[in-house]
Nanobody, 122 residues
Framework: QVQLVESGGGLVQAGGSLRLSCAASGRTFGTYGWFRQAPGKEREFVAAIRWSDGITDYADSVKGRFTISRDNAKNTVYLQMNSLKPEDTAVYYC?????????????????WGQGTQVTVSS
């Protein structure tokens, strides 16, 4: 059974840091992504990493502040979030695609985690 289990969300002050984890089980995937959804807004792309070679890409709003990485041995993907801003507040979702391209749309991913809340206070 395929599962993506996220952890690491929480409450942090502006300027602080959090690291999200996404542990995958059941199979390996070609690409992992992080998305987020704030209240009243659509789910938006945050970052993605291609498993085979580690190629990454980011939304402009998080470039230079967030880093996506992977641990092959643990089949886990991380999102290190630094210099957090109140506008980063959202539920963050891990997603996985069977195919190894850097996908930017939510409908290009096949599996999703349950989401983890990130709240940044000002």
């Amino acid at each position: 059974q395929v599962q993506l289990v996220e952890s690491g969300g929480g409450l942090v002050q502006a300027g602080g840091s959090l690291r999200l984890s996404c542990a995958a089980s059941g199979r390996t995937f070609g690409t992992y992504g992080w998305f987020r959804q704030a209240p009243g807004k659509e789910r938006e792309f945050v970052a993605a990493i291609r498993w085979s070679d580690g190629i990454t890409d980011y939304a402009d709003s998080v470039k230079g502040r967030f880093t996506i990485s992977r641990d092959n041995a643990k089949n886990t993907v991380y999102l290190q979030m630094n210099s957090l801003k109140p506008e980063d507040t959202a539920v963050y979702y891990c997603a996985a695609s069977r195919y190894g391209n850097v996908w930017y749309r939510a409908d290009q991913y096949d599996y999703w985690g349950q989401g983890t809340q990130v709240t940044v206070s000002s």
